[in-house]
C-alpha cells in the first residue's frame, strides 16, 4: 500500500533553517510527481512545491526562494526551508496524486523564539 512518511520537524527559531524528509513507498515513486503541502493552524491547507519525475519543480510564490524541493533515487523528497517566519509555523505534509490523493501523518514545524 502506498505509505508517504514524513520527518525532520521541530522548533526553529526566526531565521533558521530545517529539512524536511518524505518517505514514499508502494508506488513507483521514479516516475510520479510529489508535492509538500501545509496547514497553518486554523486556516486552510496551502500547496507549497511540486517535483515532478524529470527533476522540474514547481513553488508557490508566497515561499519561492526560500524553500527547495528535491528527491533521491530511494524513494524519499525533501522540503528545504531557510529564512523561517512565525508564519511558516504549520504541519507540513507530503502527497502524490496516482488517480486518487494520498497524504502523509505530517510533520510539525514551528518557528518561534
Known amino acids: 500500500q502506498v505509505q508517504l512518511v514524513e520527518s525532520g520537524g521541530g522548533l526553529v527559531q526566526p531565521g533558521g533553517s530545517l529539512r524536511l524528509s518524505c518517505a514514499a513507498s508502494?508506488?513507483?515513486?521514479?516516475?510520479?510527481?510529489m508535492n509538500w503541502a501545509r496547514q497553518a493552524p486554523g486556516k486552510g491547507l496551502e500547496w507549497l512545491s511540486t517535483i515532478y519525475s524529470d527533476g522540474s519543480t514547481n513553488y508557490a510564490a508566497s515561499v519561492k526562494g526560500r524553500i527547495t524541493i528535491s528527491r533521491d533515487n530511494a524513494g524519499t523528497v525533501y522540503l528545504e526551508m531557510k529564512s523561517l517566519k512565525p508564519e511558516d509555523t504549520a504541519v507540513y505534509y507530503c502527497r502524490v496524486d496516482l488517480g486518487r490523493t494520498y497524504w502523509g501523518q505530517g510533520t510539525q514545524v514551528t518557528v518561534s523564539s
Open positions: 508502494g508506488f513507483t515513486f521514479s516516475s510520479s510527481a
